[in-house]
């Protein structure tokens, strides 16, 4: 595939986009190595939901994916969702130390991902009194927190879920979850510019192309590429279900899309448990 920009004139200056780390990236790699020449867009990672939304608001990036109650946020209002994404399988897993210590790690006691993981614990028999919440940030900042033994769950996604059954701990409950988990976003003021335009169609490329019997050598070089700390058959294993959660993705954003997580917010019970050591967020 012959790429469609070929240099910073034909786009403008470089893509600036802010990601959290994990193969939900894909897309972005594709775009990399198929849609753009070197230095044509720039994939910023982040451990922080406030960085992302600081960086956007100061225009020291283009665009931010995240998830989609971030955008709910009064210092979100001036955002737009563009497309949808996914981060994939989400699942609530136990460390063995889960029957001495009850800790759940959360991104922050009120974010969606948070709410997810309350229905997760209340579905597998948790009551409130039988936990405590520790946020700490995002998936890294829990996987890392669940390593270290300051929690002993947490909602992971790929790569952190297989890195946690490869070191013996358990998934006590998948997440079957209708809304989207991935949410592109850039600044009001720049909806409808051609860069917008641009990228998102760049995106949507991306997407139809994994969804559409891509030839697995060459993606298989971007994981060994993006994910080189990890063993090639967990690479695989990943590779297998990022492409799998791209089968039934509608990429456009529905009108009410902020709507309908503003009223799942509302409808959401939020657990009475203690919180313990707070951390940033996500």
Not at 36 to 51: G, Q, Y
Not at 103 to 121: F, K, Q, T
Not at 141 to 164: C, I, K, V, W
Not at 222 to 248: G, N, P, V
Request: hydrophobic share 40%; net charge negative; charged share 20%.
């Amino acid at each position: 595939m012959s790429k469609q920009w070929n240099s910073a004139s034909q786009a403008g200056s470089a893509f600036e986009v802010m990601v959290f780390p994990g193969a939900h990236n894909l897309p972005l790699w594709w775009m990399e190595a198929n849609l753009f020449s070197d230095n044509l867009i720039k994939i910023i990672p982040t451990t922080s939901r406030d960085e992302q939304i600081a960086s956007l608001s100061d225009g020291r990036v283009d665009f931010i994916f995240t998830a989609p109650d971030n955008l709910l946020s009064p210092d979100a209002r001036e955002f737009c969702p563009l497309v949808v994404g996914s981060i994939g399988q989400l699942s609530l897993v136990a460390t063995p130390q889960v029957s001495s210590l009850r800790r759940l790690a959360v991104d922050n006691p009120r974010s969606g991902y948070a709410g997810l993981a309350y229905e997760g614990m209340t579905k597998v028999g948790y009551l409130d009194k039988d936990y405590d919440i520790y946020p700490v940030g995002g998936t890294l900042q829990r996987y890392r927190a669940m390593a270290n033994g300051d929690a002993t769950l947490g909602l992971l996604h790929s790569p952190f879920t297989e890195l946690a059954e490869r070191a013996g701990w358990s998934v006590v409950h998948i997440v079957e979850e209708t809304y989207p988990s991935l949410v592109v976003a850039c600044r009001q003021t720049d909806l409808g510019t051609d860069r917008v335009v641009q990228f998102v169609n760049a995106y949507k490329l991306a997407l139809h192309a994994l969804s559409n019997n891509p030839p697995l050598t060459h993606l298989r070089n971007l994981f060994a590429s993006h994910l080189k700390d990890l063993e090639e058959d967990i690479r695989e294993l990943i590779l297998q279900k990022t492409l799998a959660s791209y089968q039934e993705l509608r990429p456009d954003v529905a009108d009410d899309l902020l709507q309908n997580l503003q009223l799942r917010r509302e409808q959401t019970r939020w657990p009475i448990c203690a919180v313990v050591n707070k951390g940033p967020g996500e």
